[in-house]
C-alpha cells in the first residue's frame, strides 16, 4: 500500500552546505522529520557539484514522518550572473535598478545555449531553441545584455 503523503516542503539550499539551522532546521522540524537525515542525504548527493550553487529541492513528507527529495538544477538567474561575471556569494549583485535602460553586464549567444542545454531538463520546453529564448528573457529582464 502506498504512503500517506503529508505536505510538500520546497526550499533552496546550497550544494554540500545542509545543516539544521534555518532554513532548512524549521521547515522539516514542523513535519517531524528527522533534520539530520536530510542533511547528510542531501550533502552525499550533492557533493559532486559545484560547491555552493544553489539547488531547489522538493521534500515530500509522509504521515509515517519520511520523506522523499528531488532536485532541481540551479536557477538560471544563477547561470546568468555567473556567465556574465557578477557577484555571487553572501552578497550577490542585483540585475539593473532599471531594466531594458542600463545594463549591468554582457551574455553571449554560446552562453546562452550553453545554460539552456543546462537547464532544459527543468523548464516547460521541449527544444533547445526555446529554452534559449526563456533564457534571453530572464537575462533582458535582470538587465544583462545578450549579444552574438
Known amino acids: 500500500m502506498a504512503k500517506k503523503i503529508v505536505?510538500?516542503?520546497?526550499?533552496?539550499?546550497?550544494?554540500?552546505a545542509a545543516n539544521p539551522s534555518p532554513p532548512i532546521g524549521p521547515a522539516l522540524g514542523q513535519r517531524g522529520l528527522?533534520?539530520?537525515e536530510f542533511c547528510k542525504a542531501f550533502n552525499a548527493r550533492t557533493s559532486q557539484m559545484e560547491p555552493k550553487?544553489?539547488?531547489?529541492?522538493?521534500?515530500?513528507?509522509?504521515q509515517d514522518r519520511s520523506f522523499t527529495f528531488e532536485m532541481r538544477q540551479p536557477p538560471v538567474t544563477f547561470w546568468l550572473k555567473k556567465a556574465a561575471g557578477l557577484k555571487i556569494g553572501k552578497k550577490p549583485a542585483s540585475g539593473a535598478k532599471t531594466p531594458?535602460?542600463?545594463f549591468v553586464g554582457k551574455v553571449t549567444?554560446?552562453?546562452?545555449?550553453?545554460?539552456a542545454e543546462k537547464k532544459i531538463v527543468d523548464l516547460n520546453c521541449h527544444t533547445?531553441?526555446?529554452?534559449?529564448?526563456?533564457?534571453?528573457g530572464s537575462a533582458r529582464a535582470m538587465g544583462l545584455e545578450v549579444v552574438g
Not at 7 to 16: C, D, S
Not at 109 to 115: F, L, N, P, S, T
Request: net charge positive.
Open 7 to 16: 505536505g510538500y516542503i520546497k526550499l533552496q539550499v546550497p550544494a554540500g
Open 53 to 62: 550553487s544553489p539547488i531547489p529541492v522538493v521534500i515530500t513528507a509522509y
Open 109 to 115: 549567444k554560446a552562453q546562452v545555449r550553453e545554460i
Open 34 to 36: 528527522n533534520i539530520m
Open 100 to 102: 531594458g535602460r542600463g
Open 128 to 136: 533547445i531553441e526555446a529554452a534559449m529564448s526563456m533564457i534571453e
